[in-house]
């Protein structure tokens, strides 16, 4: 495996997936999540992401995600399940800030070959170890 498509994955599991697995955790243990703790993961998922990209655009998306998932908080049942309809959105912006940043780093990684971890470059900063 090229280093740049090792990057690509490492980005993958530690900024995507590994940040999402306190919920998927939680699921497995009590066989439900509750769509607060649903709401409250989007939001601080999608804010979180977007501080992590180079992308103002994509900054401003999560940025605007993160508030609107912070006000649906406020609306929902605290002991209502996440698979219900009312939680279809907080699913979405989970997804929508995964795609997104599954292109941003695709680019960053592949083409722009930016190493994830910087102890990986030597000292002139443009060589892979």
């Known amino acids: 495996m090229?280093?740049?498509m090792q990057n690509y994955v490492a980005s993958i599991v530690f900024r995507l997936v590994l940040p999402l697995m306190p919920l998927a955790i939680a699921?497995?243990?009590d066989h439900d999540i509750l769509a607060r703790a649903l709401i409250v993961t989007a939001?601080?998922?999608a804010i979180t992401q977007g501080m992590a990209t180079k992308n103002l655009a994509i900054f401003a998306i999560n940025f605007v995600t993160g508030l609107f998932m912070i006000a649906l908080y406020g609306s929902v049942d605290a002991r209502r399940s996440a698979f219900s309809?009312?939680?279809l959105m907080p699913f979405v912006a989970i997804f929508g800030t995964m795609l997104m940043h599954?292109?941003?780093r695709y680019y960053r990684h592949m083409v722009d070959h930016e190493p994830i971890f910087l102890f990986k470059v030597k000292k002139d900063g443009n060589t892979w170890i």
Request: hydrophobic share 40%.
């Open 2 to 4: 090229s280093p740049q």
């Open 27 to 29: 699921g497995v243990y």
């Open 43 to 45: 939001s601080m998922y």
């Open 85 to 87: 309809l009312v939680s």
């Open 102 to 104: 599954l292109f941003e």
